[in-house]
């Protein structure tokens, strides 16, 4: 796999992690900052939408910061 590919995938799925992860603890420890109570589907979609937006954010910050001149 080209070594951009790579460094891509890794940094959208560490994003991705990270996202994911917050919003499992945001709905865990306040349910109710959502408005409405959420059934599971809507539950699996608030974590994939802020889980992608953390994907792109962390993507981006690592292109904007990381010295690739070797």
């Known amino acids: 796999m080209p070594a951009l590919v790579r460094y891509m995938l890794s940094r959208l799925c560490i994003?991705?992690?990270l996202g994911a992860a917050s919003?499992?603890?945001?709905?865990?420890?306040?349910?109710?900052?959502?408005?409405?109570?959420l059934g599971p589907?809507?539950?699996?979609?608030?974590i994939y939408s802020i889980g992608a937006a953390?994907?792109?954010?962390?993507l981006a910050t690592?292109?904007?910061w990381e010295n690739t001149e070797r």
């Open 15 to 17: 994003g991705f992690a």
């Open 23 to 37: 919003t499992v603890a945001v709905l865990l420890l306040e349910p109710s900052a959502f408005g409405a109570p």
């Open 41 to 46: 589907l809507e539950i699996l979609l608030v």
């Open 54 to 58: 953390f994907a792109l954010g962390y």
């Open 62 to 64: 690592a292109l904007a």
